[in-house]
Nanobody
Framework: QVQLVESGGGLVQAGGSLRLSCAAS????????IAWYRQAPGKQRELAAA???????NYANSVKGRFTISRDNAKNTVYLQMNSLKPEDTAVYYC???????????????WGQGTQVTVSS
């Protein structure tokens, strides 16, 4: 059972930056795809970014050029660096783990509890 714990959310002004962290409980983490999903009030959960065990990254068009996903396998941790934040980035951000990449949230068996990101205008 892989356990995921997110941290790093908070309140930031538009144009600011935040770095989210997703720490995993298992060393097998390093071969998993880790995805960051986000869900705003009244909206569906959407994929923001993902990174495979081999380091291949995938970004939603809405965050390309502003967000960067990276992983430190020695620390069993994936990071999401978010720059030039916009009010529309406001959401609960979740990390999720799966053996290989998928863009479908339902196909990720492991989820963290989520961390709130609020961007004020």
């Amino acid at each position: 059972q892989v356990q995921l714990v997110e941290s790093g959310g908070g309140l930031v002004q538009a144009g600011g930056s935040l770095r989210l962290s997703c720490a995993a409980s298992e060393s097998i983490f390093k071969v998993y795809t880790i995805a960051w999903y986000r869900q705003a009030p009244g909206k569906q959960r959407e994929l923001a970014a993902a990174i495979t065990g081999g380091g291949i990254t995938n970004y939603a068009n809405s965050v390309k050029g502003r967000f960067t996903i990276s992983r430190d396998n020695a620390k069993n941790t994936v990071y999401l660096q978010m720059n030039s934040l916009k009010p529309e980035d406001t959401a609960v951000y979740y990390c999720a783990a799966r053996g290989s990449f998928s863009s479908r949230a339902l196909e990720y068996p492991y989820w963290g509890q989520g961390t709130q990101v609020t961007v004020s205008s």
